[in-house]
């Protein structure tokens, strides 16, 4: 697949850092598998990783964290 950021880097199967916000919470979840870009790191995650992020982001919220930092786990 070609990076729609950077239009020129191909992506390849990695690990990314994904980074989400909500008010006052911050998480941050360690070791995501993604497609990455060769060239700019712009990551891509497919839907069922998406949702297991955002769910894991949400859980987050709801406990009231602050700064959450988490290890991806499937």
């Given amino acids: 697949m070609n990076c729609v950021i950077c239009k020129t880097g191909s992506t390849a199967s990695g690990r990314a850092t994904v980074t989400l916000e909500r008010g006052n919470t911050v998480v941050v979840v360690k070791g995501v598998p ?10 891509y995650l497919n839907e069922a990783v998406a949702a297991r992020v955002y769910s894991q982001g949400e859980a987050a919220v709801a406990r009231h964290a602050e700064v959450e930092v988490l290890r991806y786990a499937a």
């Avoid at 993604?34 to 990551?43: F, I």
Wanted: contains cysteine; negative net charge; charged residues 30%.
């Fill in 34 to 43: 993604a497609q990455v870009c060769e060239d700019c790191g712009e990551y």
